[in-house]
């Protein structure tokens, strides 16, 4: 089932809080609870967006239904639906983030000059969907099930809305908006600043344990662009032996779990 034993627990814990949130759904009617929850679960479920990101570059499971039902569940954590990850991020951002022009998640204006934090998170949380849909113009495949998928998302999250206002509103349209916010925001200081030809100089490295923890390594963010595919568990390992060609700089160990 699980390609990599690893997933078992992150995946179990994912679900698990998807099970949490279809409880509240059906069992509670207080704004009060709603809100409180939302807090709760806001910096948890913005994380699920480096869970998610890690699925769409190595797929969890090995039978494609339920990748697809995994994804699902991810959307109504992150708003991430099926593929706009693969599409925006590995087809797009991966194989341009040293060129600003073209980049998918350029922290450059079209003029050359560098954008502000808030104004990269708006522009890159308000564009994601748009700009994946432009790199599928080339991987049809792809961005049909995008279209699909994404589409089904989105029927059902409104049958969702419709059934139950107040909490399809509260428990999933609203983690999903603040989870794409917040995966643009902690993406800026990936790569801003650093204007580079060379991809051992081109991204920001957190080695904190912490940090790691909770994003499955995505601390290790030369690494993962050096090698996209390399399982999130084998991150570490991998940086190891690429260490020496990153600057020292671009490498800290804080404990921080967002920038």
Request: with cysteine.
């Amino acid at each position: 089932m699980f390609r990599n034993s690893k997933d078992r627990i992150p995946v179990f814990v994912i679900l698990l809080l998807s099970v949490a949130d279809f409880y509240m759904y059906f069992s509670q009617d207080s704004i009060v609870v709603f809100t409180v929850y939302w807090l709760i679960c806001l910096i948890p479920k913005a994380n699920i967006c480096a869970w998610n990101h890690h699925h769409q570059h190595s797929f969890v499971f090995r039978q494609k239904w339920l990748n697809r039902i995994l994804e699902f569940f991810y959307a109504l954590h992150t708003g991430a639906v099926t593929n706009i990850w693969v599409l925006h991020h590995n087809l797009g951002h991966h194989r341009n983030f040293l060129d600003q022009k073209i980049d998918e998640s350029r922290w450059k204006y079209a003029n050359g000059k560098p954008m502000s934090e808030l104004a990269y998170t708006v522009i890159i949380a308000a564009t994601g969907y748009s700009r994946a849909y432009r790199v599928g113009a080339k991987h049809k495949t792809l961005r049909k099930r995008f279209v699909i998928f994404g589409s089904l998302t989105f029927i059902i999250l409104a049958m969702l809305i419709i059934y139950k206002p107040m909490a399809g509103l509260m428990l999933f349209l609203l983690p999903m908006v603040c989870s794409l916010l917040f995966t643009a925001w902690t993406t800026y200081d990936h790569h801003a600043g650093l204007d580079s030809d060379n991809q051992f100089e081109a991204s920001f490295n957190k080695l904190n344990w912490l940090y790691n923890l909770v994003t499955g390594n995505l601390g290790y963010h030369t690494a993962h662009h050096y090698k996209p595919g390399t399982h999130w568990s084998k991150l570490p390992e991998l940086h190891e032996t690429i260490k020496s060609k990153i600057p020292a700089h671009l490498t800290n160990s804080e404990v921080t779990l967002t920038h």
